[in-house]
């Protein structure tokens, strides 16, 4: 069988399996939660970002206040998510991205979502399908590791690489 043919029929047994295949983040439909728990997600559960985020959206509820937040309280919200400090400067960094460059709308590009800080082509992806409904493959670790096992893509295949194969062999 082909790997486009093998694909189709992965995807058919995916729908049957999951005929609701949600985002284990709970961002409630907002483009700018989903933006900050995606980068949050990095070397973290949905689950632990998902009860980070209680707290972290009552405190800093939107971008114009990531924006204007210290990072030292950004930092102690997020803290058990882990690499909290590398986060806290691309949250910042992003919601004032957003505000300058984009009239505080997370934007609808690959081009644009990539200039923003700790945004990956993995969070893009991300939010142009959730959030716009675009064709989009999120390829994390567990779809990189999925597509090989299933003689779509090489072993050990880079997210780039695996991205650019799927998008070759998935129907949008």
């Known amino acids: 069988m082909d790997k486009k043919k093998k694909a189709a029929l992965c995807v058919e047994k995916l729908k049957e399996k999951y005929p609701v295949a949600l985002c284990a983040l709970e961002y409630n439909e907002d483009p700018w939660r989903l ?9 973290c559960t949905d689950a632990r970002v998902n009860e980070v985020c209680v707290k972290l959206f009552e405190y800093i ?17 997020i803290f058990s998510c882990g ?5 806290a400067q691309s949250l910042k960094g992003m919601a004032q991205r957003i505000i300058s460059e984009y009239g505080a709308k997370v934007p609808d590009t690959m081009e644009e979502l990539l200039t ?30 999925i597509s090989a096992r299933l003689g779509l893509c090489p072993e050990k295949s880079s997210p780039e690489k ?10 949008p």
């Open 35 to 43: 933006l900050v728990m995606g980068r949050l997600s990095a070397q």
């Open 61 to 77: 509820p939107d971008v114009y206040a990531m924006a204007n937040a210290e990072l030292s309280e950004i930092e102690k919200l």
């Open 83 to 87: 690499l909290y400090k590398t986060k």
């Open 116 to 145: 923003l800080p700790g945004v990956g082509r993995k969070i893009a992806n991300l939010i142009l399908g959730d959030i716009y409904g675009k064709p989009a493959i999120v390829a994390d670790t567990h779809c990189i590791r």
């Open 162 to 171: 695996t991205e650019r194969i799927l998008r070759e062999l998935v129907e």
